[in-house]
Nanobody
Framework: QVQLVESGGGLVQPGGSLRLSCAAS????????MGWYRQAPGKQRELVAL???????NYADSVKGRFSISRDNAKNTVYLQMNSLKPEDTAVYYC?????????????WGQGTQVTVSS
């Protein structure tokens, strides 16, 4: 069974840092594009960062220069290093993995981890 499990969320002061982890099982991790999304209260889920199987990365403009996505295929884990955190980064952060199968995109989601940036 496919499972994505996020960890590393919590409460941090503005300007602080957190490192989120997402451990995947039940998939051939190395061939999946992995991503982080977030959803703030009353808002739509939005893309934060993506990393392909070839380690090409994309970031939302709001986090460029502050966040960094990486992956360790040996550990089946994708990370999101978050620096210079702002209150507007407060959200539930979700791990995502996808790949194209038979012309369709298969997507998997974790349950999310809460990140709260507040003094």
């Amino acid at each position: 069974q496919v499972q994505l499990v996020e960890s590393g969320g919590g409460l941090v002061q503005p300007g602080g840092s957190l490192r989120l982890s997402c451990a995947a099982s039940g998939i051939v991790f190395s061939i999946y594009r992995m991503g982080w999304y977030r959803q703030a209260p009353g808002k739509q889920r939005e893309l934060v960062a993506l990393i392909t199987s070839g380690r090409t990365t994309n970031y939302a403009d709001s986090v460029k220069g502050r966040f960094s996505i990486s992956r360790d295929n040996a550990k089946n884990t994708v990370y999101l290093q978050m620096n210079s955190l702002k209150p507007e980064d407060t959200a539930v952060y979700y791990c995502n993995g996808d790949r194209v199968v038979g012309g369709n995109t298969m997507k998997y989601w974790g349950q999310g981890t809460q990140v709260t940036v507040s003094s």
